[in-house]
């Protein structure tokens, strides 16, 4: 079982980076696929970015290609998701998430491990 712990959420203005991070407590972090959801009030949790073992595959959702980029160290147990160029949309809690499945995956149902959220907040 692996425990884990968002940090780094805030607010900023639009345009403007922040870099999440995601800690994780356990056994074999690097067995994981992890992943950063994020959820909108009112609505679905919403796929953002994966990455596979070892970093040598990600996956992002096309609402955010070109702007985020998730990353991670397993000697440190701990996954990033750098944000450039935010929008006011892309204001929400995100989630860190950790899968037992070998390919990277935007399927929230294939997450096993859940973190608790940091709160994202863009001004305009």
């Known amino acids: 079982q692996v425990q884990l712990v968002e940090s780094g959420g805030g607010l900023v203005q639009a345009g403007g980076s922040l870099r999440l991070s995601c800690a994780a407590s356990g056994r074999s972090f690097s067995r994981y696929v992890m992943g950063w959801f994020r959820q909108h009030p009112g609505k679905e949790r919403e796929f953002v970015a994966a990455i596979n073992w070892n970093g040598g595959n990600t996956y992002y959702a096309d609402s955010v290609k070109g702007r985020f980029t998730i990353s991670r160290d397993n000697a440190k147990n701990t996954v990033y998701l750098q944000m450039n160029n935010l929008k006011p949309e892309d204001g929400a809690v995100y989630y860190c998430?950790?899968?037992?499945?070998?390919?990277?995956?935007?399927?929230?149902?294939?997450?096993?491990?859940w973190g608790q959220g940091t709160q994202v907040t863009v001004s305009s």
């Open positions: 998430a950790a899968s037992e499945l070998w390919e990277t995956t935007w399927q929230a149902s294939l997450y096993n491990y």
